[in-house]
C-alpha cells in the first residue's frame, strides 16, 4: 500500500469498507455524552427532554459499542482531519439546501421547546451525532461492511431513518410525519447526503457533524435567532 494509501485510509485489493473514527469524531462524542447528561439531570423534571436524553445516552451507546469491531480508532487531529470536518460542513450545506427547496414546493412546520438556546442548540446538535452513530455507523456501516451492495444499504438505512422519525413523531405527538410529506422527503434526501459522504469519505464525523450543524441551525432559525 502506496504512503499516501496508508494515511487517508483507502482500500487495497481485498480490503473490504471500514468506517473511521478519528479525533473530530471523538471530541463529537464527548460532546454529545457530556450534553445528554447534564440534560438528563438537569431536566429530569420535563420528561420532553430527560427521557429523550436517556434514549439519545442508549443510541449512541449503541451505535459506538456495537459498531467498534468493524470501525478503524484513529484518534489523531491533523490536516485530514480538518479536511473531514470541513467536509462535514458542506453536508450541512447540502441539507439546508435540500430542506429550504422542499420547504419552499410543499410547505413546512418547525417545533419550538422550552430550553435555553444555547443548551437546546448543543442538545439537538448531540441527537445528530447519536442519530448517526445508530443509523450511519451502526447500521449502514455493518451491512457494508459484510458485502452488502452499498445501494441497498443505503435505501435500507435511509428508509429506517424516516420510520424512526415517524415512530418518534406518533410518541411525541399523536400524529405521523406523513401527514406533512414534504418533512418526510426531507429525512430520506438527508439521509441519502449524509450517508453518501460518509460512504464516500469512510469518517465518522462527516455525516455527525452535517447533522449537529443541521438539527443546531434549524432550532436557532424556529427561534429567530438567525435571519434571512
Known sequence: MSRFSA??????????????LDGGALALIIISYFTFFYVKIGFKFVPE??????????????????????????PAF?????????????SFVGLVGVEYLIGAIVGGQGVIVTMTPFWAMTF???????EEALFSLLFFGSLVS??????????FRCALFVVYHNWAAYQLYGTTIFN??????????GST???????????FVVPAFGHGCLNAFVYAYNLQLIHF
Open 7 to 20: 494515511r487517508y485510509g483507502e482500500r487495497g485489493a481485498g480490503d473490504r469498507w471500514r468506517p473511521i
Open 49 to 74: 427532554f430527560s427521557e429523550a436524553a436517556t434514549i439519545m445516552i442508549l443510541m449512541l451507546t449503541v451505535g459506538l459499542f456495537v459498531s467498534y469491531p468493524l470501525a478503524r480508532w484513529k
Open 78 to 90: 491533523g490536516r485530514v482531519n480538518i479536511a473531514m470536518i470541513v467536509a462535514g460542513l458542506f
Open 124 to 130: 439537538y446538535f448531540a441527537i445528530g451525532v447519536a
Open 146 to 155: 459484510n458485502g452488502i451492495n452499498p445501494l441497498i444499504a443505503l435505501a
Open 180 to 189: 406533512a410529506p414534504g418533512y418526510a422527503l426531507v429525512l430520506f434526501i
Open 193 to 203: 447526503i449524509l450517508t453518501g459522504a460518509f460512504y464516500a469519505t469512510k469518517y
